[in-house]
């Protein structure tokens, strides 16, 4: 998106932007539908008369949560037609992380996060992101959503406890994280198959997503032995070819597999800072097109 033909409040739009891409794609899960939304509130923006507004930021997150929502209602029908498991669109850091990048990133935005928030309704969504993550008040939530401040403290409720159930927290730093990946990286790369069980957690899973593009799993894999096999198998089928890549995948240490010079799926970690607990690995390649190739 440009702004060399923008009327003077552009740089307005411009920076709010990391802000409302924080809440649009934490909404959506996909870069490419998150920059849709922001180029319709853009055009909005453009016709909208300034001086009447109050707080343009508030007016632009009201716009962009509102298109998110409508948008999210429409891609849930979709997303039940998918093939296999669906998981957001990987955001990578391969070097050192942006300052947009950071800003983009700030608060939790892990693909574990994001996979629990694929359960909830497009507005408990909304409600939970803007109260947990971007620290609204309730009253802004209900004039945003169009509901009472009782029916958002509900909804946020709701969603409070679903993503507590569902989104294992380990107070493991960065890295540590990144510590324990390497571990497993060299493990994996070389195929030996004690050495990857050894660094998985006795109850750990692997949730693939291929969108019926390239093979993965139709069930959420589950166990050392089957999840041990699996790394050793591909190791062994390409043996010379797999390479591991860490990289930032949605602000967490995470691991980029390559067979040959082709990416073949991004991998994020969720760990207890020991053993890897779950593996969320992003196949499609529609969601893998912007990562690039191995130099």
Same mark, same amino acid.
């Given at each position: 998106?440009?702004?060399?033909?923008?009327?003077?409040?552009?740089?307005?739009?411009?920076?709010?932007?990391?802000?409302?891409?924080?809440?649009?794609?934490?909404m959506?899960?996909?870069?490419?539908d998150?920059?849709?939304?922001?180029?319709?509130?853009?055009l909005?923006?453009?016709?909208?008369?300034?001086?009447?507004?109050?707080?343009?930021?508030?007016?632009?997150?009201?716009?962009?949560?509102?298109?998110?929502?409508?948008?999210?209602?429409?891609?849930?029908?979709?997303?039940e037609?998918?093939?296999?498991?669906?998981?957001?669109e990987?955001?990578?850091?391969?070097?050192?992380?942006?300052?947009?990048?950071?800003?983009?990133?700030?608060?939790?935005?892990?693909?574990?996060?994001?996979?629990?928030?694929?359960r909830?309704?497009?507005?408990?969504?909304?409600?939970f992101?803007?109260?947990?993550?971007?620290?609204?008040?309730?009253?802004?939530?209900?004039?945003?959503?169009?509901?009472?401040?009782?029916?958002?403290?509900?909804?946020?409720?709701?969603?409070?406890?679903?993503?507590?159930?569902?989104?294992?927290?380990?107070?493991?730093?960065? /890295?540590?994280?990144?510590?324990?990946?390497?571990?497993?990286?060299?493990?994996?790369?070389?195929?030996?198959r004690?050495?990857?069980?050894a660094?998985?957690? #006795? #109850?750990?899973?692997?949730? /693939?997503?291929?969108?019926?593009?390239?093979?993965?799993?139709?069930?959420i894999?589950?166990?050392?032995?089957?999840?041990? #096999?699996?790394?050793?198998d591909?190791?062994?089928r390409?043996?010379?070819q797999?390479?591991?890549?860490?990289?930032?995948?949605?602000?967490?240490?995470?691991?980029?597999?390559?067979?040959?010079?082709?990416?073949?799926?991004?991998?994020?970690?969720?760990? #207890?800072?020991?053993?890897?607990?779950?593996i969320?690995?992003?196949?499609?390649?529609?969601?893998?097109?912007?990562?690039?190739?191995?130099?």
């Amino acid at each position: 998106m440009t702004y060399s033909n923008a009327p003077t409040d552009s740089h307005v739009f411009a920076a709010l932007r990391p802000r409302l891409f924080s809440i649009v794609y934490r909404m959506l899960g996909t870069r490419a539908d998150s920059e849709d939304v922001l180029q319709d509130a853009w055009l909005r923006w453009q016709r909208a008369d300034h001086s009447a507004l109050q707080s343009a930021e508030a007016w632009l997150v009201t716009v962009v949560t509102r298109l998110a929502i409508d948008r999210l209602r429409a891609a849930k029908a979709e997303r039940e037609a998918y093939v296999g498991w669906w998981l957001p669109e990987p955001l990578i850091e391969l070097d050192e992380r942006t300052p947009e990048a950071a800003i983009e990133l700030a608060g939790e935005v892990s693909v574990a996060f994001m996979w629990v928030l694929e359960r909830l309704s497009p507005e408990e969504r909304a409600a939970f992101l803007l109260r947990k993550v971007f620290d609204h008040d309730y009253a802004e939530i209900a004039t945003l959503l169009g509901k009472s401040e009782t029916a958002c403290r509900q909804m946020v409720h709701r969603a409070s406890e679903r993503v507590q159930q569902e989104h294992p927290r380990f107070n493991v730093s960065n /890295g540590a994280h990144r510590r324990l990946l390497e571990k497993f990286m060299q493990a994996a790369q070389s195929g030996e198959r004690e050495a990857i069980k050894a660094l998985l957690a #006795d #109850d750990v899973q692997v949730i /693939g997503d291929g969108g019926g593009k390239v093979p993965s799993f139709m069930e959420i894999l589950r166990g050392t032995d089957r999840i041990a #096999d699996l790394y050793r198998d591909v190791s062994q089928r390409f043996a010379g070819q797999v390479v591991y890549r860490i990289a930032l995948i949605n602000g967490e240490p995470g691991l980029l597999r390559y067979i040959g010079s082709q990416l073949e799926s991004a991998q994020a970690f969720v760990t #207890d800072g020991e053993h890897i607990v779950t593996i969320y690995a992003v196949r499609n390649p529609d969601k893998l097109a912007g990562i690039p190739r191995l130099q």
